[in-house]
């Protein structure tokens, strides 16, 4: 084998790094196991609060040290492989920004008929349509008014520099289509800075391709409609009056006194706090994270992360647990804190005023909401924390804390309104600034509140949070300002966005929303891991069993290939989702694949009679661009399922594309280690038995004999397949066809029939439909009521009629396990996408075909193949259906229906490689000649291959929970056909549309008589 020694190095540092980064999971879930036994009583009992208080008290505590590196809680719980929503239990959700509103707010809301007809007709083609929407209201513009100029709606004072009265439609439309785009990535901004600071232990937010949508999921969350109020509240951003250090002091003095009085009488228990270390100027400034949805800190008191402890108890005490409480330093620091009083623990002094400590948030933020301290502030005074921590020392952030001047309406003196726009710019030496300029009203507001404040700060608040407080210099007029500060460029640019976010409404809409309970998801975490252990024992048994040494070397490939996935996904942060555990079985399924081709060639090169060595080389040498080439067409299946897919489905792509890499990794390089290892430490090897040898020795069988009968099959089954669905209609899950989707979960057993009737006079006899859902206690309640109504007054509409029918069943206590949400629109879009990613798929595994084999005829018979599995697979759907046995066709449906076209061409491909190895060895003969053989000699790899896989998808079908139920038989039924379309769909159409080579016509002899007169 050569690179021997380069494989071995490669396999070493891919396990050091697999081991490195997966061991931050197993240090993650010893520390919740201390907390959890931290927090259990005598009895047994969890208090909860109790075991997050321990965990926050820890969380920039060092918890781990690997080779002298030391990790916080909170590296730890970064690093560790995290679980997905579906697993945890928490929110998903699909943001629209509506593009309509912002061109709206563009045009200085004009009524101008045209232009309110223009966007109307964009909305309305935008249904189906993949278009950007500002191209599409230029089109419907045009159609509208096809002389009309833009420029007489958008040239105002709002867009002056921009657009004027003679810019042309076209530059109108670049305008609006930039403002657009930059809307978007302020709302993007804006939502993550408000997820930062929500609490939430590793959220994910990204923009998704095309369009305005921003996809956003929360592991754990458990008050699902403050999210929502969050998510889709407006940006308000206002520029606010501060008071001076020494103009509130005196009143942070009365309460210095009160607070003292009150922990001395036992009414107040501060406990001790973190080490107050100043920060400096130069400090870096990291993430938010306090609530965003509060008012000021007098209404936070209920805001508590993951970097604020509760205020009740000795956070810093349980961090220490396992140190001597009888520390001399420990003690020192208790005196010391004594005599600083209330206030000196709380506060400390900072670059800009006065701050805290981020875990000291929570407390003072339960302190100022007293109505005793309250009474201490005049009522115009108010406070705001500062969006970004400032590092200090030994690993604590501190936060600023700002008095605000309320005026007397309680208004703040500007709002974002008067914000014509704001970049972010250099001054003359260089340094980072922003340049923002206001609205001519804005202006003169604008210079009279920095008249007012020379030398004083004006506060830039957003959400409530204080952003900037930079210094007035003097009197601002003119409405051209610039600020400076210690900014970097990345800050410069956040800041002009924020003032940006003010400017131009752009609001938000849910249009899909999934909300999973925790009780349902540690259900999917053991079907998981069931399923897993299953198929892997399944895979193990039947190789050892098989192929006996050989087969299990090829397990011992395959735990590699399952450590190799595991250790990968933690690398990059990936979450483990159940399509993604689902995408793991299979790839035990498929990897096993690899191993059976080679063994297989083994099997013919020995019956050849070559001697062992040999018979390895040749296996594994011949066997590998039949592997290249059957794994590249599955990978490309996979990379169009993540590209065109999203949440659960972009989990299982990742997974599958993972495992292929892997898998060829370990079968082809790591099994041929290991069994070159073996047969040199024992002089022989066995990867068959006298049972296998028999097995398929007397396979004889003629395809072209059978084709015009399995064409008339496939066309039976695929015409009653239609029909059916005619009958009854296509079964679409709630992503392909809108709507709202419930599973709920009863005492005891109800039937499905009896709650959709209770329900459809709720529903308002809207379409409903009701099933049972993994159990005979819990239904699944699929509704289009409001369908077309995404906003959030719908879905407590809906949920309310849901629960109103639900009340004859009072007495089962029907609990909302979850929920799940997707608009008109966004099923539109779904829908499209489907049908575009199984179109590329096809249209890709036909152009890599043509190319490795030369022959357009491949390609035709292998993309005719798989069109055919894909329509077998939808047309049973369909059938059982009609017969009662029902699975909805979703985003997972299509996931398997791809992953089927990349396991029924990998298998065709490994014929077709056969064909062409017997075409290269006999060039005179037709395709039609060797067909049979080539069918014949691989029909044991077939066979064997598509068993094994047909037995992990059956167990992940039995174990794998409802959730992927109809993934595993979408999957099993497309094993089974892609088999058979192997045999009797693909090779008879290249043997039948590839012409037989014309045979050379010999030369006639020249006569005897000429021969001899030349």
């Known amino acids: 084998m050569r690179n021997k020694n380069f494989i071995i190095i490669m396999t070493v540092i891919v396990s ?8 931050f999971s197993f240090v993650a879930r010893s520390v919740q196991n201390d907390a959890e036994a931290y927090a259990t009583d005598a009895q047994g009992n969890v208090n909860h609060d109790k075991q997050q208080t321990y965990l926050d008290s820890i969380w920039k505590e060092p918890v781990y040290n690997f080779l002298g590196a030391e990790y916080t809680y909170q590296d730890v719980k970064e690093n560790e492989l ?12 699909v943001l629209e920004v509506s593009p309509v509103e912002i061109i709206r707010s563009l045009s200085g809301n004009s009524k101008d008929p045209n232009f309110l007809k223009a966007l109307a007709r964009a909305q309305e083609m935008q249904k189906n349509s993949q278009e950007k929407f500002t191209t599409l209201f230029a089109e419907a513009y045009r159609e509208v008014e096809p002389d009309g100029r833009l420029s007489r709606i958008f040239s105002n004072t ?5 657009i004027s009265f003679e810019s042309s439609n076209a530059e109108v439309i670049n305008v609006i289509d930039q403002e657009v785009d930059d809307a978007i990535e302020r709302s993007f901004n804006i939502l993550r800075t408000r997820i930062d600071k929500f609490g939430v232990n590793q959220p994910n937010i990204q923009r998704l391709k095309g369009g305005g949508r921003i996809q956003i999921e929360l592991p754990g969350i458990d008050n699902p409609d403050r999210v929502r109020k969050l998510l889709q509240g407006m940006a308000n951003l206002e520029f606010w009056e501060v008071w001076t250090p020494e103009e509130f002091s005196p009143y942070f003095s009365q309460l210095s006194e009160h607070l003292d009085k009150e922990e001395k009488a036992g009414r107040l228990n501060i406990g001790r706090t973190s080490a107050q270390t100043a920060p400096t100027a130069g400090d870096t400034t990291p993430a938010a994270v306090q609530d965003a949805a509060a008012d000021d800190v007098l209404a936070q008191a209920a805001a508590t992360t993951n970097d604020t402890a509760a205020a009740s108890n000795d956070t810093t005490a349980l961090a220490s647990a396992d140190q001597a409480k009888t520390d001399t330093a420990d003690a020192l620091q208790s005196l010391q804190e004594e005599q600083m009083g209330v206030m000196g623990r709380l506060f400390t002094m900072m670059p800009g005023g006065i701050g805290a400590n981020v875990r000291d948030t929570a407390r003072i933020n339960d302190i100022f909401q007293r109505s005793d301290v309250r009474a201490i502030f005049p009522p115009n005074m108010k406070f705001l924390w500062g969006v970004k921590p400032i590092k200090g020392d030994n690993r604590q952030e501190f936060v600023e804390f700002y008095a605000i001047k309320k005026g007397r ?9 008067a914000v014509n726009d704001a970049r972010q710019d250099f001054d003359q030496n260089g340094r980072p600034e922003i340049n923002m300029t206001m609205t001519p009203a804005g202006a003169k507001r604008w210079a009279k509140l920095t008249g007012d404040n020379v030398g004083r700060q004006v506060a830039i608040v957003l959400d409530n949070y204080v952003y900037s407080a930079p210094v007035v210099q003097g009197e601002i007029t003119g409405g051209n300002s610039s600020i400076t500060g210690n900014f970097t460029i990345e800050e410069a640019k956040d800041l002009a966005n924020i003032l940006k976010a003010g400017k131009m409404p752009a609001p938000t809409r849910i249009v899909e929303e999934a909300i999973v309970g925790p009780s349902l998801g540690q259900e999917a975490i053991n079907q998981g891991l069931l399923s897993t252990l299953a198929g892997l024992l399944v895979v193990v048994v039947f190789m050892i069993a098989y192929y006996r040494t050989g087969g299990f070397i090829a397990n011992l490939a395959l735990v590699f290939n399952v450590f190799f996935i595991l250790g990968i996904l933690a690398q990059f942060n990936a979450a483990l989702t159940l399509p993604g555990i689902a995408g793991i079985v299979l790839t035990l399924g498929m990897a096993v694949d690899a191993n059976v081709l080679i063994f297989e060639r083994m099997r013919e090169e020995a019956a050849k009679g070559l001697s062992l060595r040999d018979v390895i080389n040749k296996g594994y040498d011949k066997a590998f661009l039949t592997i290249l ?16 897919g999203s949440g659960p489905v972009k989990g299982f792509a990742i997974t599958m594309m993972l495992g292929i890499v892997t898998s060829f990794f370990t079968s082809v390089f790591i099994s041929r280690l290991l069994i070159e290892r073996s047969f040199k430490r024992a002089g022989k090897l066995s990867f068959s038995s006298s049972f296998t040898d028999r097995l398929f020795a007397n396979v004889q069988f003629d395809v072209m004999k059978w084709k015009k009968p399995a064409y008339a099959f496939s066309l039976a089954v695929i015409t009653f397949g239609m029909v059916a669905m005619a009958i009854k209609g296509p079964n679409l899950g709630v992503d392909f066809k809108g709507g709202r989707s419930y599973v709920v979960q009863f005492d005891d057993a109800v039937p499905a029939s009896d709650v959709r009737g209770a329900l459809l006079d709720n529903f308002e006899e809207e379409g409903t439909e009701v099933k049972t859902f993994g159990a005979s206690n819990r239904l699944k309640v699929i509704t289009s009521y409001l369908a077309d109504d995404e906003s959030t007054t719908a879905d407590e509409q809906v949920k309310t009629a849901l629960l109103q029918g639900l009340e004859e069943y009072k007495n089962l206590n029907p ?3 979850s929920s799940s949400k997707v608009g008109a629109t966004m099923a539109d879009d779904i829908q499209k996408t489907a049908v575009i990613s199984l179109v590329l798929a096809l249209v890709g595994i036909f152009i890599y075909v043509m190319f490795r084999f030369s022959n357009w005829q491949f390609s035709l018979g292998g993309v005719i193949a798989l069109l055919h599995d894909a329509i077998m697979i939808i047309a049973i759907f369909a059938i059982l259906d009609l017969f009662g046995i029902s699975y909805e066709m979703d985003q997972i449906f299509i996931a398997a229906v791809l992953t089927i076209i990349g396991f029924s061409i990998n298998d065709t491909v490994v014929i077709f490689d056969r064909v062409r190895e017997y075409l290269n060895d006999n060039p005179r003969l037709h395709v039609s000649e060797i067909i049979n053989p080539a069918l014949v000699h691989t029909f044991s790899r077939t066979i064997i291959t598509s068993f094994t896989v047909f037995m992990v998808v059956l167990v992940l079908f039995i174990f794998g929970g409802e959730i992927l139920r109809g993934f595993s038989l979408a999957m099993m039924i497309g094993v089974l056909f892609g088999v058979y379309s192997t045999l009797f769909i693909a090779s008879p159409i290249v043997v039948d549309t590839m012409k037989k080579k014309p045979q050379p016509t010999p030369a006639p002899a020249k006569p005897a008589t000429q021969a001899q007169k030349a």
């Open 82 to 93: 995290g679980l997905g929503l579906d697993l945890r239990g928490g929110m998903h959700v």
């Open 16 to 23: 050091a790094l697999c081991l490195y980064y997966l061991s």
């Open 409 to 417: 309406d309680g208004k703040a003196p500007m709002t974002g309104e």
């Open 815 to 817: 609990e909302i396990l």
């Open 158 to 162: 709002a867009n002056r520099g921009k």
């Open 629 to 644: 080439d059957a794994n590249a067409t599955t990978f490309l299946a996979g990379f169009i399922l993540y590209f065109f």
